[in-house]
């Protein structure tokens, strides 16, 4: 493969549910030219591509020369036109820089800590052993992600966040829509219209759940977003809905991809399987490896604040770069053997949840979740084999397997 053809990869959703051809390209932009300008016009505007682990470090490190607004994804060159127009549909933490950046993720940051997270973990264990319930009650065959992996992370973030049971479908609904503009099973439209109208549906929705909150004031996450006040005002209704939206979709694809990617991973390499089921306690490492093997979210974006230097090239003010994760994440410099899935690979410097300012909230959160569901569900699998070809999602962010078709035995 060529190095321009190598590049264009990167922008083209297809490539991303073919795991060969994408680390194909991958490879060849880390040897050949690790920080390349990719010029996908006209769907995509031009970005540079960083591949290798320590420029993504170098850039994530200095979040005020290299800044999330006016791009922080990679979406088509029609819905940056329309942004540019009309501004931002959402202003989520991905979408703002400092100052206004350190303020808003201080109205939710506490949540997330470790120590606030502990209370929880005695509800996610009930809810990962319901989930393997759920695959022992499918009699030994199922889609693992239809079926099981993308309801468990949905059910934790939305307990969280005290929303109704009765809503989760809606939710997830949302989270598909956004994430999965890309696949056509998964969309419901691909022009910025009809992606602003799945955005004002929710917008309504989180309205009545503010309104709620702020005259029925209680202790969830909901609560405390519709609460939170900056220099003594209410969040506008913009911000808040932002909130709840990133909130309640960033930490389920992500960690469903993660475990199913893991599962599927474990039925691949029987042997890590084994190793693990004999040595429980390999499971924090083991999830972390399944976090760096499937690298759920494929970029994020940053803007030059001025002219500087990246890895030997000139990048000029106003130039995107692309955080190419699940390349940083195979870079050979940084791993041993990086395309081995080795249960026990420790250290393990992946990027996956980024790094810096805008590093993952959930990340505690979605390590909780992958291993409270690999301790209950490893003991009780007695055996596990794909029951057809497994599917990957169509994306330029956030995927995985969309359809993992196995067949097992389970206690
Ligand atoms: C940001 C990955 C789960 C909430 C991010 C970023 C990445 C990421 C790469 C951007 C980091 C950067 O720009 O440097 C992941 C992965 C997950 C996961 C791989 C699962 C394995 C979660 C969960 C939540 C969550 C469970 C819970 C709500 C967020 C939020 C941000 C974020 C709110 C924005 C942070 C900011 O911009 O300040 N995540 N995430 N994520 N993630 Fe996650």
Request: aromatic letters at 8%.
């Amino acid at each position: 493969m060529n190095i321009d053809d190598a590049g264009l990869t990167l922008a083209d959703p297809d490539a991303y549910a073919d795991e060969d051809r994408l680390h194909t390209a991958l490879r060849v932009l880390r040897e050949q030219d690790p920080v390349h300008w990719v010029d996908p016009r006209p769907d995509f505007n031009p970005f540079w591509a960083v591949t290798r682990h320590s420029d993504l470090l170098e850039v994530e490190r200095q979040n005020e020369k290299f800044i999330n607004e006016p791009r922080p994804i990679l979406v088509k060159a029609e819905q940056d036109r329309h942004t540019a127009e009309n501004g931002q549909m959402l202003r989520t933490l991905v979408h703002i820089d400092d100052p206004e950046h350190k303020r808003m993720r201080s109205v939710v940051a506490d949540w997330f800590r470790p120590r606030a997270l502990r209370e929880l973990d005695v509800d996610i264990r009930r809810l990962a052993k319901r989930y393997v319930d759920k695959m022992a009650d499918l009699g030994g065959e199922c889609d693992f992600v239809r079926e099981v992996t993308v309801d468990y992370p949905l059910y934790v973030i939305l307990s969280l966040l005290g929303l109704p049971e009765s809503d989760f479908p809606r939710i997830l609904q949302l989270t598909q829509e956004l994430f999965g503009i890309d696949d056509e099973e998964l969309q419901r439209g691909r022009s910025p219209e009809e992606l602003m109208q799945v955005l004002l549906d929710f917008f309504d929705y989180f309205k009545q759940i503010t309104a709620d909150r702020r005259a029925n004031p209680t202790g969830d996450l909901a609560s405390t977003i519709a609460n939170a006040r900056i220099d003594g005002e209410h969040l506008s209704d913009l911000d808040t809905a932002s909130h709840y939206v990133i909130i309640a979709t960033a930490g389920h694809d992500t960690t469903s991809s993660t475990i199913a990617g893991g599962l599927h991973a474990l039925v691949a390499h029987p042997e890590e399987r084994e190793r693990l089921r004999r040595d429980p306690e390999l499971i924090p490492t083991a999830v972390e490896e399944m976090i760096r093997w499937v690298t759920p979210v494929k970029e994020f974006m940053r803007t030059a604040t001025t002219d500087c230097e990246l890895g030997g090239k000139r990048i000029g003010a106003g130039e995107s770069l692309l955080l190419c994760y699940p390349s940083a994440n195979r870079d050979e410099a940084v791993f041993d053997d990086p395309f081995r899935f080795d249960v026990g690979r420790d250290p393990n410097r992946h990027l996956s949840f980024g790094f810096g300012a805008h590093v993952c909230l959930g990340a505690t959160l979605a390590r909780m979740e992958a291993r409270a569901f690999f301790a209950e569900l490893l003991p009780r699998l007695d055996w596990a084999e794909a029951a057809g070809e497994p599917q990957w999602s169509s994306t330029t962010f956030v995927g995985g397997l969309k359809h993992l078709p196995l067949r097992y035995r389970i206690r």
